[in-house]
């Protein structure tokens, strides 16, 4: 479809006239968005996407693009993971999730539906300024409520240790370790609150 144009002339009292065109350029193509262009991830956690958990709160990203009249919204529907939320709205912005950096995020939702270990799908909308959509096939975000494992392997309990002692751990868990904690206090004190170590995870 060509271009449309349109003319507007103005006449004031004495017959004087003046005449502008205005071009409108016709935009008959819908947005580009996939479901490889969406990712849930956990609040607090941007390093590792594609995770969640039962009544934990996540976000949803997502890219998309309308070469002429522009996007106009972009919603999820992640009925399957939030019950009743089928057209959450994404807000514009600049949101760096592990490797990639997304132009949409959803506010904070809490996955309380009934979730199942294993994947749960999802999708995106993008509308254009000119009422044309997208809806992409499924995504895939998965549902972990298995708690990692992990144990202290040194110095071994009920060891005699000097003011300064190496102490070593391990974690695991079936879908990563995205972090891992050593608590301490003086002896007999119980569990200090507040003095956590945080243990940097190689390899996850």
């Known amino acids: 479809m060509a271009p449309a144009n349109q003319t507007i002339t103005g006449l004031d009292a004495a017959g004087n006239s003046t005449a502008n065109t205005l071009t409108f ?68 912005g600049s949101y760096a999730v592990g490797s990639v950096t997304y132009g949409y995020r959803s506010a904070t939702l809490t996955a309380n539906a ?50 300064s002692a190496t102490v070593t751990a391990s974690s695991a868990d079936a879908k990563g370790v995205y972090s891992a904690q050593l608590q301490y206090s003086v002896a007999g004190a119980g569990v200090s609150s507040g003095m956590g170590i945080n243990l940097k995870i190689v390899g996850e």
């Open 25 to 92: 350029a016709a935009d008959t193509g819908s947005p580009v968005i996939a479901n490889t262009d969406l990712r849930i991830a956990p609040v607090g956690n941007t390093t590792t996407p594609g995770f969640i958990t039962q009544g934990g709160q996540y976000y949803v990203y997502a890219n998309a693009a309308d070469a002429l009249s522009g996007i106009g919204s972009v919603t999820a529907n992640v009925n399957a993971i939030t019950t009743g939320q089928t057209a959450v709205p994404l807000v514009a």
């Open 114 to 163: 009934s979730l199942g270990q294993g994947n749960k799908n999802y999708t995106g909308t993008a509308t254009d300024r000119v009422g044309q959509f997208k809806k992409t096939p499924n995504a895939v975000v998965v549902v972990d409520n298995t708690a990692p494992t992990g144990s202290i392997t040194g110095p071994t309990a009920g060891a005699t240790v000097p003011a």
